[in-house]
């Protein structure tokens, strides 16, 4: 990775927008960047505090932190605008210049029985579109980028709970290629039915996701199964503004008509340890982040589905369109 936190970017708006006190936020991975940050903020004699919360993503707002703090503006790094907010907020994507090039030859090997392809990227990759088509282009392959469709922020934008973009290209493409990491390229894999190949900076490799779409298919059918039979539910609610999956009224409702007994928890991050001490309930629907109970699965105790999953153990929805939908 070759990070360019924009801070020239940083200097020009907040000369232009003034404010006198911000909550700057910051991906785990490069919270290790504050003090450098900080200076930069501080010589233009702005107040800086971190948010020292967990932000997954664009979605992890701390307008409630922003609010109970009384800054002016948030400074959220490494994502693009997610949800539309009523707090002010400067969104910093960070750009990774790493030089792309030398990963993109290894992967024409891997996609030489795919002439059309998806294309999507990580948001850091953003400002090599362009050289990016024009190397598979080059190399023979006809190239679609994938659509911008609701909480992606532009063309091509892949974000781990949005892959309605790569859906609409389906019939146009033999295969997709994501540029980014894992947990992009899973939940692609997940959610379109044609081969997904990661183009992962990150790591160095070019990998086909072959394999990781039947495997999360057969633990989530196991896991809406064991949701059913439970008798006492809970329902969790987050309180970040981003993570509001699904309506929590509908689906109390909806349990509570299956006969179950039903309480309903807010948390602002779900954790294993936190859903433990709810020892008399047997099994969760989580309508945070669809990937808490997706890709983490493993490290609750007890069986944690999403809001989609548990339409489909209410006989909302059909175990084949969930599949369809990559449960998400
Ligand atoms: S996948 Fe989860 S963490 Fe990422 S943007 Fe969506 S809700 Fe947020």
Redesign the pocket.
């Known amino acids: 990775m070759v990070l360019n936190f924009e801070m020239d970017k940083v200097k020009t708006e907040l000369e232009r927008i003034r404010p006198k006190r911000v909550l700057v936020q910051l991906p785990e991975g490069i919270k290790q960047k504050a003090l450098d940050i900080q200076g930069v903020i501080e010589d233009l004699g702005i107040e800086v505090i971190f948010s020292g919360e967990t932000c997954?993503?664009?979605?992890?707002i701390a307008t409630y932190e922003a609010k109970s703090l009384g800054v002016d503006l948030i400074v959220h790094f490494g994502?693009a605008q997610?949800i539309k907010s009523d707090f002010p907020i400067l969104y910093i994507e960070v750009r990774d210049e790493l030089d792309l090039i030398p990963i993109l030859k290894r992967s024409l090997e891997k996609i030489k029985d795919y002439k059309n392809i998806g294309l999507s990227y990580s948001i850091q990759h953003r400002h090599d579109l362009d050289m990016i088509v024009k190397f598979y282009k080059d190399n023979g392959h006809v190239v679609t980028v994938t659509d911008k469709k609701g909480?992606a922020a532009f063309s091509g934008h892949v974000?781990?709970?949005?892959f309605g973009g790569l859906k609409t290209i389906q019939n146009q493409v033999d295969a997709y290629i994501i540029i980014g990491n894992r947990?992009h390229s899973m939940?692609a894999a997940l959610a379109v039915e044609k081969p997904v190949f990661l183009v992962d900076v990150y790591n160095d490799q070019v990998t086909e996701m072959k394999g990781v779409r039947d495997k999360i298919i057969r633990q989530r059918i196991v896991s809406i199964e064991k949701f059913k039979d439970a008798k006492k539910v809970g329902v969790i609610m987050e309180v970040k503004p981003?993570?509001k999956?699904g309506s929590p009224k509908f689906i109390v409702d909806k349990l509570k008509k299956a006969g179950k007994e039903v309480i309903v928890i807010t948390m602002d991050e779900i954790t294993p340890d936190k859903i433990m001490n709810f020892y008399d309930i047997e099994a969760f629907v989580e309508l945070?982040?669809?990937?808490?109970a997706i890709d983490d699965f493993a490290k609750y105790t007890k069986t944690i589905i999403t809001y989609k999953e548990a339409l489909v153990a209410t006989g909302d929805r059909s175990m084949d369109e969930a599949i369809k939908n990559g449960f998400i």
């Open positions: 997954w993503g664009a979605c992890s994502h997610f909480y974000i781990g709970c949005e947990f939940g981003g993570q999956f945070a982040c669809p990937r808490i």
